[in-house]
């Protein structure tokens, strides 16, 4: 059983690697597309952007994986005393290390000020863009001990129900809303999907659904294709709500590759 247990504590630390170059990657070839000397080539760079766009929801499901864990012992005191605070550091340090960097090469040069300015833009959200990143992790720990609660009490059925609920509402409806420009008035009260890929890593890593290999590699496989597919149809034709779905982590196609590649790599 404990070797069983450190394999698959092994497997997260691999895909957490494999996630970190895709990260890199993604960024990569978007900066890319804004320099690409022709349309072919932006394509291209954006089509390899989009497919990189797992990478966010499987960090998201391993978070999910090891903190949803009953066997964790997950306290208030941990959270507010270890956890938090190491993500609210690193978005302060790297705030201000980002304003500075951003006024050592700009016109204006490195001033007093820039030090304020990069506190300010942890507090506003206003400095680079990635940095959203620790401002959804810092809310999924704040209400991580509610979300163990939930799945503590969960069965296979229950997490089938609760996954559902959060793929229709957010994934499936806001893609209709995006693709019809009309909007529903049913939602959900929490409206982020970002919780349904930590009940997703949960559920895997407890076994609570299915993840027979085929299934994963069909998920995997149908939602690269589609995504890469419909990238080049988006830039070809031009379509501006298609582009903006294949950039959303609520896609419901990216929701499927994420889910396969998570499954394949705990194999």
């Not at 966010?56 to 605070?85: H, N, Q, W």
């Not at 001990?145 to 409806?173: C, E, Q, T």
């Not at 890929?197 to 085929?214: E, N, T, V």
């Amino acid at each position: 059983m404990e070797i069983t247990k450190r394999r698959e504590i092994f497997f997260l630390s691999e895909l957490r690697a494999i996630a970190c170059i895709a990260i890199v990657i993604l960024h990569t070839f978007y900066a890319a597309s804004v320099y690409a000397p022709d349309h072919t080539a932006r394509i291209a760079a954006l089509t390899t952007r989009n497919l990189m766009m797992w990478a966010v929801p499987c960090f998201v499901m391993v978070s999910g994986a090891l903190l949803l864990d009953p066997a964790r012992e997950v306290t208030y005191r941990k959270i507010f005393r270890k956890y938090i605070p190491r993500v609210l550091a690193a978005l302060v340090l790297f705030s201000v290390v980002f304003q500075i960097f951003d006024d050592a090469t700009g016109e204006s040069g490195i001033q007093f000020k820039t030090i304020l300015y990069g506190l300010q833009n942890a507090v506003t959200g206003s400095g680079w863009k990635h940095m959203w990143y620790l401002y959804l992790i810092t809310a999924l720990y704040l209400l991580l001990p509610f979300y163990r609660k939930i799945v503590a009490s969960l069965n296979s059925k229950d997490m089938y129900y609760l996954l559902s609920v959060y793929l229709v509402f957010l994934s499936l409806l806001p893609m209709l809303q995006t693709l019809t420009e009309k909007s529903t008035a049913f939602y959900i009260c929490v409206y982020s999907v970002y919780p349904l890929y930590l009940f997703l890593g949960d559920a895997f890593m407890q076994k609570r659904i299915c993840k027979k290999p085929w299934l994963m590699i069909l998920l995997a496989s149908v939602g690269t294709i589609a995504v890469a597919c419909l990238t080049i149809l988006s830039e070809k034709k031009s379509i501006a709500a298609l582009s903006e779905l294949l950039t959303s982590y609520a896609f419901p196609l990216i929701v499927l590759q994420s889910a396969g590649i998570f499954g394949l790599m705990s194999y």
